[in-house]
């Protein structure tokens, strides 16, 4: 796998944009541009981490017994390669097929646009005077509108707007997030990020959490404008400030002044028992990264996603320690190997 790996990265490999990095890396430290591409290519081979790893968590600083604590973008493929059954992955990958699968979890009404259910859909606009229109695939935010349907002449002519993106567009009820996260920042859902793993045993284990929050968008993605805070997943509350794609630090909310270091999610083992148990629903994709709300009533899915990704979870501003989270997956096979003993 990590053979593979590595000829897939070296023939797909953005030359100019890794030589870019050279350059930035060499101005910051001094090193020769020659010395650092060795160094880069060492992590390659030993960490499964490709420049912009070697260059997000700042490995030209890492000692290799700090790196070696990195969830690099090869180690992450690794653990999607052994836990998820490409088969099963479109489940989650797809939103209209998530929906289907996880509607229990999802705490609001959603229909397909299928280009055949004209009714259905006229049906559920005829309720919501707002709604959300995703497209089914996709990442990032991107694609997402806040509809209204008083913006269009009638429901007729907002069918018609949405028609041309069947059969890839669904549309969902608008959640209504709980007074506290939506006093941090009420222009956009802010979820949590929780990733989990179902080991072979049939145990989920939560690995992590991530606090994601709007700025400024509909999107609370870290990608489309949005901040990250790391948290205690034990817990449930946000341990650090808030970083934005920029590099910018937020103790508050700009837009409310809102503290962000130190909030407690409510019903937090609520949502650890939604994610375990959302986790048995399509037991062959076993990696997952679910996005959670959290409302009134409780806790509800929006999205899981098969490639839970690696960067936002050890970025160096959260890592003072300089150690990554590869442990806790270490710690969960560990944990594996003693609830599924070899025979």
């Given at each position: 796998?990590?053979v593979?790996y590595?000829?897939?990265r070296?023939l797909n490999?953005?030359?100019?944009a890794?030589?870019?990095k050279?350059?930035?890396?060499h101005k910051?430290t001094?090193r020769s ?9 060492d ?12 260059d ?6 890492l000692?290799p017994?700090?790196?070696d ?7 992450n ?9 490409k088969?099963?992955?479109a ?11 996880f ?5 609001r ?29 996709g ?9 209204r ?15 041309p ?34 080991g072979?045993s ?7 959490a991530m ?18 805070a790391p948290m ?19 103790a ?7 503290q962000?270091?130190g ?14 148990e ?5 037991p ?22 098969q ?8 970025l ?13 997956f ?14």
């Open positions: 796998m990590k593979k590595l000829v897939q070296v490999m953005n030359y100019k890794m030589l870019d050279l350059g930035s890396i910051k001094g541009r020659w010395a650092i591409f060795r160094d880069m290519k992590c390659a081979v030993k960490y499964g981490a490709g420049y912009m790893d070697y997000l968590f700042e490995m030209y600083n000692t017994e700090q790196r604590t990195y969830l690099t973008r090869g180690r493929n690794e653990l999607v390669a052994k836990y998820n059954d088969t099963h992955m489940d989650l990958g797809d939103k209209i097929r998530f929906n289907a699968r509607g229990p979890f999802l705490r009404e959603w229909v397909p646009v299928t280009g055949e259910n004209k009714t259905e859909v006229l049906d559920f606009l005829s309720r919501h005077a707002e709604f959300m229109a995703k497209p089914s695939q990442s990032c935010g991107w694609g997402i509108e806040k509809l349907t008083a913006d269009f002449s009638s429901l007729d002519a907002l069918y018609e707007h949405l028609a993106r069947a059969p890839h567009l669904e549309l969902e009820e608008v959640i209504v997030q709980h007074p506290a996260v939506a006093a941090i920042y009420p222009g956009s859902i802010n979820t949590v990020r929780m990733v989990t793993i179902r072979k049939g145990k989920v284990y939560l690995v992590t606090f994601r929050i709007g700025n400024g968008k509909i999107v609370d993605n870290f990608n489309s404008g949005g901040m990250v205690d997943p034990e817990t449930g509350t946000v341990t650090d400030r808030a970083l934005d794609k920029r590099k910018n630090l937020y508050s909310h700009p837009a409310t002044g809102t962000i270091k909030f407690a999610f409510p019903d937090w083992d609520k949502a650890v028992a939604l994610v375990k959302a986790a048995q629903v399509v062959e994709v076993g990696y997952v990264g679910w996005d959670v709300c959290f409302t009134p009533e409780g806790p509800c899915l929006v999205e899981g996603n490639f839970p990704g690696h960067d936002i979870y050890q160096p501003v959260h890592t003072p320690d300089k150690l990554g989270i590869m442990p806790r270490r710690a969960v096979e560990e944990e594996e190997r003693k609830e599924s003993p070899a025979p």
